[in-house]
């Protein structure tokens, strides 16, 4: 079944902003923004470059949808959302027998099965722009072309943060890495790792949650959402 995670891009993307979220505990249960009984189990991971904590509920939708609740009026905060294959949360099936492949291009990473870029764009680069005229980057600013994604880039607006799915391709979606890290309009790029959450990241870990679905879907996903915090409220 689907994997509940929500993103939080912090207020200030500082260490000591981290650190306060993170609080005493680590879990951000007694952090800024005191998630208490809705802390993750799980170790959480920081996107410095960013300012974005992922935090990780695997199949608890309960505690995840209560701490969405919690982070959406956090001061702390300036923006709280469902990663976007929390769609599964329906009940959807999610194929993870590929979880544990071995990536023909040599780095590549596979989360829930399938391969996924999360590339935070420069100051002043607009998610059209990035996107291009076809909206998978094929293109766009950095002119993926032959290693474009086949589904249109997703991009969350308020972090700056496109993603891009490429399913079980790990090749093109390694060569692609390659192409966005020399491209001047990205900020950073990184492998999407859910799969390998149960090591301790770095604070600039490249763990980030599941594969975003195609575009057809969005409206479904932002749907969810709003039922799924109207349930809390």
């Known amino acids: ?21 993170r609080g005493s505990s680590g879990d ?25 904590a992922i935090i990780y509920y695997a199949q608890n939708r309960t505690e995840c949808c209560q701490a969405l609740k919690i982070l959406s009026d956090c001061k702390h905060v300036k923006s709280a959302e469902l990663d976007q294959e929390d769609v599964n949360i329906l009940g959807n099936d999610v194929n993870v027998d590929d979880k544990n492949s071995t990536a023909k291009c040599e780095g590549a990473q596979l989360a829930l099965g399938e391969c996924t870029l999360l590339a935070v764009l420069a100051d002043g680069i607009t998610a ?7 909206g998978t980057g094929a293109n766009g600013d950095c002119n993926l072309g032959a290693y474009a994604p086949i589904e249109t880039v997703q991009v969350l607006t308020s972090s700056g943060i496109a993603i ?26 990184e492998y999407d790792s859910v799969a390998n959450t149960q090591s301790t990241p770095s604070p600039d870990s490249s763990a980030v949650p599941a594969a975003p679905p195609a575009a057809a879907a969005a409206a479904a996903w932002l749907l969810l959402m709003v039922a799924a915090v109207a349930q809390l409220g």
Do not use: R
Not at 2 to 20: H, I, K, N, P, R
Not at 128 to 134: A, K
């Open 128 to 134: 059209e722009s990035f996107s291009g005229d076809d």
């Open 28 to 52: 951000a249960g007694d952090g800024s923004c005191a998630l208490g009984e809705a802390a993750p189990v799980q170790e959480m991971t920081y996107l410095s470059s960013s300012g974005i």
């Open 1 to 21: 079944e689907g994997q509940c995670t929500v993103l939080a891009v912090l207020s200030e993307a500082t260490a000591s902003a981290w650190e306060a979220f």
């Open 164 to 189: 891009l799915s490429f399913g079980k391709d790990e090749e093109k979606c390694c060569e692609a890495k390659k192409k966005l890290d020399s491209c001047t309009s990205v900020k950073s790029v």
